[in-house]
């Protein structure tokens, strides 16, 4: 089991609408634990672990570089050099 802490949920909290536009999916940290919990989301410490969770997953990123991968709607930047990766 993960855990998130404050900075990890409120970052998910005020960010949610780049993955989930069409309405907020939580409304509360408490909240906000149980569905990152549920969706298995992870927390990396570097741009390069970004690229290494995306590579295992299989997830396509064909044409990123660099730094590009932290524009993909799954990669939400905590804003401490950590990245919270929630897959909708």
Known sequence: ???FDDAVL????ENQC???PE???V?????A???LEECLAVVVNSVDEVWEYFEEEGIDMEGMEGDEILEANEVFDVGDGRYL???G
């Open 23 to 25: 309405e907020d999916v």
């Open 10 to 13: 409120k970052c998910f909290l």
């Open 1 to 3: 089991m993960h855990e």
């Open 33 to 35: 634990e149980s569905f």
């Open 18 to 20: 780049q993955l989930f």
């Open 85 to 87: 990766i929630v897959e």
């Open 27 to 31: 409304s509360t940290l408490e909240e």
